[in-house]
């Protein structure tokens, strides 16, 4: 989700209640994990992703595997040899 350039504290607690994302009372996250991507750049919007404790480190979805996937080898890159 964006968090709009100059939202308050207040404003941004509500849009993460808004999108799900678990608070206290106090609004920090009370499970899981929040990322926030602030820009370098002045005036941008802050973009966060909340990640829930049994999601990380694991990939759910219809790409999702039960066992690891097994590679095969990658072909052998031919060398060519400029004159």
Request: charged fraction near 25%.
């Amino acid at each position: 989700m964006q968090v709009p350039f100059g939202a308050t504290e207040d404003a941004r607690i509500g849009l993460l209640r808004a999108a799900g994302v678990p608070l206290d009372e106090a609004g920090e996250v009370s499970r899981g994990f929040l990322f926030e991507c602030a820009s370098r750049k002045l005036e941008c919007d802050t973009v966060l992703r909340w990640f829930d404790e049994g999601s990380i480190g694991r990939m759910h979805g219809a790409g999702a595997a039960s066992e690891p996937l097994e590679r095969e080898p990658a072909a052998p890159v031919s060398q060519s040899r400029m004159p």
